[in-house]
């Protein structure tokens, strides 16, 4: 059996409770392929405690209890656990139906001593109570990293280790749990064998056993066995889980398309953009959106995003960005929204040419027209010199101001499903260990440093972890031809912003039209610079030079030369 080699979590999930197993709604979008979490993916997600009582001692509605006689033997409870009767206390607060008060004894019992422990845990209903306290631990973190929470879960493992003559397998599958995500493979099997087969938390388990053996098409099954557990509309999330998993899974195998189908189910709307936008080709999720209806495809529940709730609407309108990054501008205009809601925000280095954006409905598809059309006149050589400067200058402002709506990218390096306002990583190396320019100019915007020590310690780690995929390719890092598939598929140019770097080179071309020292060459300068200066001064240096060499009979040009880098727009009136 391979072991995991670290259960180190980057991210903590917070899962909900489904039915009568294990559950695993993660509050916030669990993106598997996106951020690269691997032991997260291992882990089997946590039950609630709530409804693991609601086994016990019913649902609340089903008792009618006097308000008194709750009160005082809840006080007689509080008292005995004090005076370390905690088998009483247990059953005392079952008795009442107070699973808040059961939930804060299980921890102080389990933080007493190992004989105080066995002794309680004797009893079948503690036993159950403490083990349901234990299965509803929010991580796998808190057992493996925690110190005071290992010992813990060992008193509680020494205890039913201790208790001979046990017949009750209703608990083997939590004690499984608890083995399992403490690392103790062994004893996950050897507790499997006595736990109920039809045990949601048995199956689970006996699934991710088989991932980390290698036999994915087992696990895939397997998996597929736990979904008529989760038939109610309250277990959704769990349904979820389980079929971004299946996805996970399938995309290891290179099955892209069940995979996609899959993720698609399972909503994690990260991880369906990954294969949208970086896995299939354009004319695959083309033929994959124009084979499903909006109703099939389902509804996200993302807050981000461009505020569409139709999953499909979100995929064309993905799609229509990629064709024109691909410049395939007909068939971007065929499936590009007519407006979306653009978030408020003030764009501070070019705010005189852009100036302030409000939420508002955007009409992207006229823009688009607007930069095909403008970008057309400035290519057409029939036209004069400074007519196409001209145009190559209004393309080049479209392009800077609506860059992110028209053709930025879902995830890195654009990270238009946050609106660009977070850069939360980046899938080469999350997946594959590939350091990019978008990663590393990042670095270099938040720290200033291009050798910044975490960089570097970074560098070292990506390196070794690179060395050992290249080795060896398990279900988690992406077959070669995923690999390749997403490098065919990152935008010409890779760097956060990548439309800026677009905005910049249209400049660029104007100012090659244009004779020295004139008015739009300072301007399309200007302008290309500060598109690129506060991000990447090396890539807005040339600007710079360029607007003091050929700019020197204007006085912006002297103010330039004489400040050493571009001026500030207060001192200077372009108009």
Known sequence: MKKI?????????HFAAAGDACACGPDFENAYLVRGVKE??????????????????????????????????????????KNGDFISSIRHYLEIKDVDSLYIVSRILT?????????????????????????????????????????????ILNAVE??????????????????????????????LELAEKDSPVTIWIEAKLLIMDGD????????????????DSDTDQVKKEIYSEIGVLALGREDYLFAFDMLIKGRYWEDIAYMAEKVL???????????HSKESLGYNNSDYGPGMSSIGDNLRYLLARRYMRME???????????????????????????GKRYDSLVGIKEKMREYYDFLTAAENKDLPSPAMAKNYFDAAVIMREYGMEISGTELDPDWFYYGGSFYVGDCLENRFALTSNSYTMEIFYLTKEWKSEWYMRNLVDLSKRRREIKMYRDFFTGSQDEENRVLVSMPRIQQRFHYRYVAAELMWKCASLLPDNDP??????????????????????????ELVNRNKETEFGKLADKKRWFPSRSEFDFS
């Open 162 to 191: 201790q208790i001979s003559g046990d017949e009750d397998i209703s608990t083997a599958d939590k004690i499984a749990w608890i083995y399992y995500n403490s690392g103790d493979f062994e004893n996950t099997i050897r507790w």
């Open 40 to 81: 997260n993916f291992l882990s089997v997600p946590r039950a609630d405690f709530y409804k693991e009582m609601a086994k016990l001692i019913g649902s609340a509605d089903e008792y009618n209890q006097d308000a008194e006689f709750r009160k005082r033997l809840g006080w007689q409870a509080r008292d005995e656990y």
């Open 216 to 231: 994915i098409d087992s696990a895939i099954d397997k998996l597929k066995q736990l979904l008529p557990y989760f038939k």
């Open 281 to 291: 080709s354009a004319d695959e999720l083309e033929a994959y959106i124009g084979g």
């Open 111 to 155: 933080g007493s001593d190992q004989e105080t422990v066995n002794n309680a845990m004797r009893d079948s209903l503690v036993r159950q109570v403490v083990l349901a306290w234990a299965v509803s631990k929010e991580s796998t973190d808190y057992m493996l990293e925690n110190e005071d929470e290992k010992e813990r879960f060992g008193k």
């Open 5 to 13: 080699l670290s259960f180190l979590t980057a991210i903590t999930f």
């Open 520 to 545: 739009l060459l300072v301007r399309a300068l200007y302008e290309g610079g500060c598109f690129l200066k506060d991000r990447d001064p090396k890539a807005a240096d040339k600007f710079y030079k």
């Open 328 to 354: 395939m501008w007909q068939k971007a205009m065929e499936i590009m929204p007519d407006a979306i809601e653009v978030l408020e925000y003030e764009d501070y280095e070019c705010q005189n040419i852009i």
